[in-house]
């Protein structure tokens, strides 16, 4: 069955890069709609934007000026870059499929498990 | 940007009760509206669509109604496993999706 997998450094430092890699197992991600759903310890869930494979890209506007999304279709990956990063993207970051069910509903119906990322000196 | 406000933040609960948990839009979203359920340490898993279509393979007890800004989850027989934090989230904006702040089911 399709699995998403995150990957990316546990912890980054204060200003600088977050880089996260979203692997698509089990079929491929051509025609994909991928979004990040970023969520701090205790907290609620915060949709970060959504991407699809044709490269055109939604992102929160709370955290346009620092987000950048691509795809690399040759790996079946989706990958997020944050920038100058603070302690408040301290989160457990997931990547979620977003699925068409037709009608224009769509909703998030397989998600990765999730990796923490820390930000601090 | 759409504003998503669940009630009651938290609620206590006896296995075998009926949890209503309420999603409220800050306008009209029609049934652009999801439901997932997340358990500690665990990633969400969606349970309802378009506000009332119930996810394959997510039991009968958890059904969804509402239209336009008023929403409504509805566990009809708590459950053990059903103890965990539920989260609506609209995606009728074109822009920016977002979620409501999340009901945690806890045992009484």
């Known amino acids: 069955q399709v699995q998403l997998q995150e990957s990316g450094p546990g912890l980054v430092k204060p200003s600088e890069t977050l880089s996260l890699t979203c692997t698509v197992s089990g079929a491929s991600i051509s025609g994909y709609h991928c979004s990040w759903i970023r969520q701090p310890a205790g907290k609620g869930l915060e949709w970060i934007g959504r991407?699809?494979?044709?490269?055109?890209?939604t992102y929160n506007p709370s955290l346009k000026s620092r987000l950048t999304m691509s795809v690399d279709t040759s790996k079946n990956q989706f990958s997020l870059n944050l920038s100058s990063v603070t302690a408040a993207d301290t989160a457990v970051y997931y990547c979620?499929?977003?699925?068409?069910?037709?009608?224009?509903?769509?909703?998030?119906?397989?998600w990765g498990q999730g990796t923490m990322v820390t930000v601090s000196s | 940007d759409i504003q998503m406000t669940q009630s009651p933040s938290s609620l206590s609960a006896s296995v075998g009760d009926r949890v209503t948990i309420t999603c409220r839009a800050s306008q009209s979203i029609s049934t652009y509206l999801n439901w997932y359920q997340q358990k500690p340490g665990k990633a969400p898993t969606i349970l309802i669509y378009a506000a009332s279509s119930l996810q394959s393979g997510v039991p009968s007890r958890f059904s969804g109604s509402g239209s336009g800004t008023d929403f409504t989850l509805t566990i009809s027989s708590l459950q053990p496993e059903d103890f965990a934090t539920y989260y609506c989230?609209?995606?009728?904006?074109?822009?920016?999706?977002?979620f409501g702040q999340g009901t945690k089911v806890e045992i009484k």
């Open positions: 989230q609209q995606s009728y904006s074109t822009l920016t999706w977002t």
């Open positions: 991407m699809y494979t044709t490269g055109s890209t």
């Open positions: 979620a499929r977003v699925h068409n069910y037709g009608g224009g509903v769509r909703a998030f119906d397989i």
